[in-house]
Each structure stands twice: as structure tokens, then as C-alpha cells.
């Protein structure tokens, strides 16, 4: 391993955010470019976030405020976008590590529990980590960071996915502050896309604005 941990975040590239019940023709247009940025990805690990929400989703502070079903546990539009997968399967096969994160809400920063609800099962039931937020995995997996102190290797992280000025900024924002001391962030603006061109712009100013770099 190199003195430095390299990882690549894939902030929600599910269906519904893509051609489903959110569905964004510019996070349409990005799909290419997020397969391109793993496949070229020389690195230790790929964390695949996925908004997971229930049937309950129109009574929870969220849905109350967006009031269209998305990202339900278990439907089509909650997996993560064929292509995405197909990328991370060859990947894996290059003894890349690979975990999907699910997360109820925007950022992903403490451990969740579903109460048993999540039971993904085939091939990707060993990648699949329910129980550890985005931030643990990458301050705290053991594989990485061996015996090391937290910190005491530097860490290269780049983020991509949807919607830019919701979850790519929330989880970007969270993982500068827990690592602000050690780790270099980078989002790929032409890996992203936001609700709205200009709210995906105005997303990224933000982000140059707390020193993470936007190319």
C-alpha cells in the first residue's frame, strides 16, 4: 500500500435520482462519467452510498417537506443504477474494496440501525454494511488503516454523485470536518449533478468556499 489511502465515494447513485421518481436528465448525463471515474480508479476502497427510506417515508420530517416516494428499501428504484453496479463488479474482481452505505438521510455520519429491516441477500450481501455510517468506514476500517492511528496517514478522498447540493455537499461537508487534519476532498463537478443547474453551481461555490477542492 502507498503511504497515502485513496478512496472514491459514490454519493447515491440509485435509480430513482436518476430515471425514477426524481429523475434528473443531467444525473442522467453524469452516469457515464461516474463509470469512467471507478473503472480508472486506482485506489483502496469505493464506498457506494444509497438513500433508503421505507413506506412510511410521507410521515418522516423529509418526506414531509418532499413529498414524492423515493429510494424505498427493496424497489428498483432504491438500487443502485445498473451501469454503477457493473463498474464496482469489476472493481471488486481487481481487489478493490467495495461497501454500500444506506443512509436515511442526507449525510451519512452515525451508525444506523433499521431494526433488521435491511436483509440484502445474493452477491453483494458481504459489501454491504448497514451498520456503519460513511464517516466510520473511512475513519475506522481496520483493512485500511491496519494498526495505524487515526490520522497518521494521510487520506485522499473524491467524491461524485447525486444531487450535488444535497447529499454530495452534506456528506462532503461532514467528512471536512472529521478530517479536516488529514484528508484532501475532491469533488468531481462533471460526476455530479444537482436538483437544478444552478443549484448544482451554487453547491460547488459553497464547497470551494470550506477549502474542498472542486474540479
Sequence with gaps: MENKIKVLVVVDAQNDFITGTLANKDAQA???????????????????????????????????????KHCIYGTNGWRVTRQVEDAVVTKAKEGVQIKFIPKPTFGSIESIHFDNRIKLVGKWKNYFKPEYSLVENILYNLEIN???????????IEICGFCTDICVISNALILNAFTYDFAEITVDSKCCAGVTPEKHEAALEVMRSCQINVI
Design 30 to 68: 453524469a452516469v457515464p462519467n461516474i463509470v469512467d471515474k471507478i473503472l480508472k480508479f486506482n485506489g483502496d476502497v469505493i464506498y457506494l452510498t444509497m438513500d433508503t427510506h421505507y413506506s412510511d417515508y410521507l410521515n418522516t420530517p423529509e418526506g414531509k417537506k418532499l413529498p414524492v
Design 146 to 156: 491496519d494498526k495505524h492511528e487515526i490520522g497518521k496517514i494521510p487520506i485522499e
